[in-house]
């Protein structure tokens, strides 16, 4: 069965500090797809990115950037220059593509507080 | 707007009562997912349903069921409600069932649940 880890349960920084969130996966398909959501205060899911299981590469948006390493099944998400505006509940979530039915399945979230 | 529309935003009611939470898909989707968020769990899947019918069930109570109708708006309904209950609940849209293709999953604001 898949599962995603994210270790870290509150992370705090100083604004403009880069932050690193960790997101750990267990699966047995082949085929699988990557997700990261953030949840502002405001409580709404934020679709940030979705990542397939054959592309490796490093994505970068604007002061986003993903780490897809599928030696040791992790998918980090990285905040450059943090701002207050960061300050949420972030998910990583993974969906099994092979069996087709599988619905996402959410990591228990790091919440990241960005201190001015 | 996400796309996917919620009704009601909040609800409160008390223990023992039964309530009806409602979700319009995304335009073109045909795959609904329900989640409940509690307050120190994350996003726990309750059930998947693809054009009417039933795909996946995920830790749903007994006291819980849903269905997705013709026009593919979904209905989660809870009965006997417990304090437990409250949560915070959103439905989910994607056009395939669960492989992440497109856009992948877009999720609605939510239904904050309180009882009493």
């Known amino acids: 069965a898949q599962k995603v880890t994210q270790a870290q349960t509150e992370i705090s920084v100083v604004e403009k500090e880069d932050v690193t969130l960790d997101c750990v996966y267990e699966t047995r398909d082949t085929t699988y797809y990557l997700f990261w959501y953030k949840q502002p205060p405001s409580g709404e899911l934020v679709f940030l990115i979705r990542r397939n299981s054959f592309d490796e590469q490093n994505e970068i948006s604007g002061r986003y950037s993903w780490n897809f390493q599928k030696s040791t099944s992790s998918f980090n998400f990285t905040i450059t220059a943090s701002q207050v505006v960061d300050s949420a509940v972030y998910f990583c979530?993974?969906?099994?593509?092979?069996?087709?039915?599988?619905?996402?399945?959410f990591g228990k979230g790091t919440r990241l507080s960005v201190i001015a | 707007d996400s796309g996917v529309t919620q009704t009601p935003k909040h609800l409160i009611t008390a223990t023992g009562q039964r309530v009806t939470l409602r979700c319009s898909p995304r335009s073109g989707d045909l795959s609904v997912y329900w989640y409940q968020q509690s307050l120190d769990q994350g996003l726990q899947f309750l059930i998947q349903y693809y054009n009417g019918e039933e795909r996946a069930k995920g830790n749903i109570l007994e006291r819980f069921s849903a269905q997705q109708f013709p026009d593919l708006h979904s209905e989660l309904n809870l009965s006997s409600l417990e304090l437990g209950d409250s949560a915070l609940y959103f439905c989910?849209?994607?056009?395939?069932?669960?492989?992440?293709?497109?856009?992948?999953?877009?999720f609605g604001s939510g239904t904050r649940l309180t009882v009493v």
């Open positions: 979530a993974l969906s099994e593509a092979n069996s087709g039915n599988t619905p996402l399945v």
């Open positions: 989910a849209s994607s056009v395939v069932p669960a492989t992440g293709q497109g856009d992948g999953y877009t």
